[in-house]
């Protein structure tokens, strides 16, 4: 009996902690699903790329998992939201709130457990670092044609020259079927692009660059901005950026349709996955 009232006594002292811990436990991760939730409303542009960067049945994988995401962030959160809401008007009523939910806790925690971890997962894929797969040859010999990489987003930075970029390839100039391009960053908002139109040789910050196949490639580049012919030396301007492919005979790049804009990039690749002898960081 004595064995019993200590326990009982000891399980009193430890309920407030348990109290707590549990209160904490749906706090901070309502926190953060409030933060994916206003991220992805920020970022719903972002969305609507994802589904296509892949192509065809990837593309369909990646609708669904479009929907998946957003139909579990919704559960997950409409459920935190209700349980701290519950535990608040039972903080005000005095009434014990930590019974029943702790109850309820165990019984569904895994299934709570794999809702947020899909969640986060697939909350990561679209906007922090997402598979990509190679379409083409005009990436060779950096990116050969079905080979796999990752491809950033650019939270916390902008495209720099060098950067290799992933990108929306539609505008109102640029007419194409395939709708996202891989090509290297070689001019980005203030560099300098001089054309000298006798050796017909491209620079960018005092750098040889490429020599345009006939003078129309550089009258593109500049119509694209809203430049003339003869501006033949001038800055790029901000949110521009000059995309070359690293196969430069053989590539549908900024010779063709000049200057993109840095709202069409979907993001930096920064590592390639597949095949395996072949990984390696950039």
């Not at 901070?28 to 296509?52: H, P």
């Not at 997402?130 to 060779?140: A, K, Q």
């Not at 290799?164 to 539609?170: E, K």
């Not at 430069?248 to 395996?276: A, E, H, L, T």
């Amino acid at each position: 009996m004595e064995d019993s009232k200590v326990l009982g006594q000891s399980e009193k002292k430890d309920k407030p902690n348990k109290e707590l811990k549990l209160f904490l436990k749906y706090l901070i991760v309502f926190i953060i699903l409030l933060f994916i939730s206003i991220f992805t409303l920020i970022g719903i542009d972002r969305i609507s790329m994802f589904r296509k960067v892949f192509g065809s049945f990837s593309g369909i994988l990646e609708g669904v998992g479009v929907i998946v995401f957003t139909v579990l962030l919704i559960i997950v959160f409409i459920y935190h939201f209700a349980v701290l809401t519950y535990i608040l008007f039972s903080y005000l009523e005095d009434k014990d709130w930590y019974t029943k939910l702790s109850k309820l806790d165990n019984k569904i925690d895994l299934i709570n457990f794999t809702f947020k971890a899909l969640s986060i997962l697939l909350f990561i894929m679209i906007f922090i670092s997402t598979p990509c797969t190679v379409v083409g040859d005009s990436m060779n010999p950096t990116f050969l044609s079905g080979q796999n990489i990752m491809c950033a987003n650019y939270i916390f930075g902008k495209p720099a020259k060098g950067d290799i970029i992933v990108f929306d390839a539609r505008n109102e100039i640029h007419k194409v079927d395939d709708v996202f391009y891989i090509k290297r960053v070689v001019a980005a908002p203030g560099s300098v692009i001089y054309y000298d139109k006798e050796t017909k040789m491209l620079y960018v910050d005092d750098e040889e660059v490429e020599t345009l196949d006939g003078f129309s490639q550089f009258v593109t580049i500049n119509n694209s901005i809203g430049l003339t012919e003869n501006d033949n030396s001038y800055t790029v301007p901000e949110n521009k950026l000059l995309v070359f492919g690293d196969n430069r005979g053989n590539s549908y790049d900024s010779r063709r349709f000049g200057f993109i804009d840095q709202k069409q990039v979907f993001g930096r690749v920064y590592m390639r996955i597949f095949p395996f002898d072949k990984i390696n960081f950039y």
